[in-house]
């Protein structure tokens, strides 16, 4: 039964007053050039689904993205000011940041916030020192460095495929079947993941995205 809301007006349902949620599914895998950025692209309010083709990944520099989960106003709000240190950073020293620099900077607003954030980052990117590389910043604010990493309400569903079908050394093609595969899997079992999948791949030579539409997604059942 739907839970209402009483005003001096009306009555409400729940979800017209529960805040905008990204229960998603955020993959992230470096390879030897570059890394395969992924999400899915529902987006809910309490159980409607407000959004159903949101782009949870979110450009910080030229060469760094993030993908968020959790609180969406939360998330934007920290990618926002997170662009807005790394743009002064830039002008600063006059080059691009690295990697790590911006991933740093998330674990620092996290941090110092996460009594009053909802927000789940993971930040890749590339950089010429150390090339393509994952960060995963959870809620509590810790910052990890891993060679993938996933995150959201869908990855809990995941986690034994992922460790199952990931390889040190897999090229960028495996690398986006891997992501693709790991999403489908995860947005089907999910109710708060769902839509399409965005992909996007960033190397040194530059960033190309890659949409995958719901009508098109790898199914598993039939094989």
């Known amino acids: 039964m739907e839970l209402l809301q009483s005003t001096n ?21 470096s390879f030897d050039g570059g890394v395969v950025m992924g999400a899915d692209s529902r987006t809910t309010t309490g159980s409607y ?13 030229s060469q760094i ?3 968020r989960s959790g609180s969406a106003a939360d998330t ?8 807005y240190y790394t ?11 690295r990697v790590k620099t911006v991933a740093s900077l998330f674990r620092e607003l996290c941090y110092a916030n996460k009594a009053n ?14 090339g393509g590389q994952v960060y995963n910043i959870t809620l509590g604010g810790s910052l990890v460095k891993q060679p993938f ?6 990855s809990t569903y995941i986690y034994g495929y992922c460790d199952s079908k990931f390889r040190e050394g897999m090229s960028r093609d495996e690398c986006m079947e891997f992501v693709t595969n790991s999403l489908a899997l995860a947005m089907s079992r999910d109710g708060s993941s769902g839509g399409v999948i965005r992909l996007v ?20 059942w039939d094989q």
């Open 149 to 154: 990493s996933i995150g959201g309400s869908g």
């Open 76 to 83: 934007q709000a920290i990618s926002d000011y997170v662009r």
């Open 65 to 67: 993205y993030c993908c």
């Open 9 to 29: 007006h009306a009555v409400i349902p729940d979800w017209m007053s529960a805040e905008h949620s990204m229960g998603t599914s955020i993959m992230a895998v």
């Open 87 to 97: 743009d002064q950073h830039t002008i600063e020293l006059n080059q691009e940041p």
């Open 201 to 220: 791949v960033i190397e040194k030579s530059g960033v190309t995205r890659h949409f995958v539409p719901g009508n098109k997604l790898p199914t598993f």
């Open 49 to 61: 689904i407000a959004n159903r083709v949101s782009d949870k990944i979110t450009p910080i520099t």
């Open 117 to 130: 954030l909802m927000a789940g980052i993971i930040c890749a990117g590339y950089d010429d020192i150390e």
